[in-house]
């Protein structure tokens, strides 16, 4: 990361732009503009070898619409933890949650400064909800956090959610103890929603690591039944851990921003190119002994 010593900038004090991010990066996708060259350099290098990435990005915004929908309307959630939030865009998870219970609280947690700056911005008026500059890694400093301990009551069931950002928790960061840690606080009740990019061939997922994990994302595709395997001890909702498009498919959610002219040609690329998907799910957290 470079420092930004441009004028005005100071609440950004480490903000990186000679190497691209994965919320500048899934935010362009989106059909946001808050990203740099870049950002845009490194995504229209991946697309002609994983022109599934674009579709993959949309589709997981389109289930954490669903996943927060079901979750406030269907179980009663009314506190949330979004790791690894990204930009905001269209109905982020706090718009989605009080739509549907205007009691809902939500903490989101970005390791981009950048993330910080705009969710200030957006949440000026709302004492229900917060962004903090956190690294998801770390559970325990983020959990420990003073917003984290204002909002979120860890008494009362609480939805995590690691929506798209599986894959940027590497086998060497102890993926299964990240979650656990969070997992562990829980109170009985308490959901965890979670998808990351998958490969069913794992010689496919390899080379797209690689290519991302080069450019400087910290990336590592998974098979399923690795992801599975990180999941195990939490009981999956219906339909269980499954690609994204099959959760509870809505024809009739809110559409998503357009995306800009350079990532039209890749839309609709997961209808022939199957292989690499987004997957997931939304599990429910074991239950204390005694």
Known sequence: MVSDNRPGAASLPSVPYDIPTSARAYGWMLGGKDNYEVDRDFLLSTLPSFP???????????????????????????????MGCGLPTDDNVHQVAQRFASDARVVYVDIDPIVLAHGRALLADDSSTTVITGDMRDQEAVLAHPDVVRLIDFGQPVAVLFLSVGHHLTDADGPARILRTVIDRAAPGSFLGFSQVVADDPGRGAAMTAHISAGGVPWQTRTPAEVDALLTGLD??????????????????PPLAPVAPDLLPYLGATRSNKGIYEYGGVLR???RNG
């Open 52 to 82: 599934e990435c674009v579709d993959i990005a949309r589709q997981n915004r389109e289930f954490l619409f669903r996943v927060v929908r079901h979750l406030t309307r269907e179980e009663g959630i009314r506190q949330f933890i979004d």
């Open 236 to 253: 999956p909702l219906a339909p269980g851990l499954v690609n994204l498009v099959d959760w509870r498919p809505d024809a009739d959610q």
């Open 285 to 287: 957290t074991p239950r």
